[in-house]
């Protein structure tokens, strides 16, 4: 089955704590995308990638890193995380970044404390 | 700057009854408008408009754009409670060498029976 997998579903952490969100897909998409969703603010763009070692800055960046070693994964490095990174996060990829083929991961709530 | 405006932000509606989300936005080179429908997790895609004037229909559900009027519409005919979920608007545009989509803050629906 075509999908994007998501890990873990649900964190909760302590400020400080380093963590790592994976996100792995098997569709061979070339274009993967992080955001996070909060109330009132919609889907906002972390980070993208457009190919494997290609990765570029979306609209929200601050605070996270990404890597693209492997076609298939791209995992999000909350290197200190801080409670205003609470949030609903989405991995999703696509053939390209058009958006119409996006297939988007189940998501990760995390909470900072 | 880039944005996408949806309202309203909140509707609560009967079973039976007809609604219309709006969508209005501002993207440097504008390439399509997409809708996506998110219930309890990720976003599942509706529709892609990329013509003024011509509707996308998929059973009780339907979508039209303005491209001189910068507005989409995404109509539900005769509301079930499974139509209850947030409805998510995007914008692609191309920005110097890549291609940039955008989201709105959403629509809640609530189809209470």
């Known amino acids: 089955e075509a999908q994007v997998t998501q890990n873990p579903r649900y964190l909760i952490t302590v400020t400080g704590k380093k963590l790592t969100v994976t996100c792995s897909q098997n569709?061979?998409?070339?274009?993967m995308s992080w955001y996070r969703q909060d109330p009132g603010l919609g889907l906002r763009q972390i980070y993208y990638?457009?190919?494997?070692?290609?990765?570029d800055k979306g609209d929200v960046p601050e605070g996270y890193k990404v890597s693209r070693k492997e076609k298939r994964n791209f995992p999000l490095i909350l290197e200190s995380p801080s409670p205003n990174q609470t949030s609903l996060y989405f991995c999703?990829?696509?053939?390209?970044?058009?958006?119409?083929?996006?297939?988007f991961g189940s998501g990760t709530r995390l909470t900072v404390v | 700057e880039d944005k996408v405006v949806q309202s309203p932000l909140s509707l609560v509606v009967h079973e039976g009854d007809t609604v219309t989300l709006n969508c209005s936005y501002e993207?440097?080179?504008?390439?399509?408008l997409l809708w996506y429908k998110q219930e309890k997790k990720a976003p599942t895609f509706l529709f892609m408009l990329?013509?003024?004037?011509i509707e996308k229909k998929s059973g009780r559900l339907s979508s039209i754009l303005d491209k001189k009027e910068l507005f989409s519409i995404l109509n539900i005919t005769a509301t079930q409670t499974g139509d209850s979920a947030i409805y998510l608007c995007?914008?692609?545009?191309?920005?110097?060498?890549?291609?940039?989509?955008?989201f709105g803050p959403g629509t809640s629906l609530s189809v209470i029976p």
């Open positions: 995007a914008v692609g545009g191309w920005k110097t060498s890549y291609d940039k989509v955008i």
């Open positions: 990329t013509s003024s004037g």
């Open positions: 993207v440097t080179n504008f390439r399509s």
């Open positions: 569709m061979n998409h070339e274009y």
């Open positions: 990638s457009m190919n494997v070692e290609v990765t």
């Open positions: 999703a990829s696509s053939l390209d970044a058009r958006g119409y083929g996006y297939t």
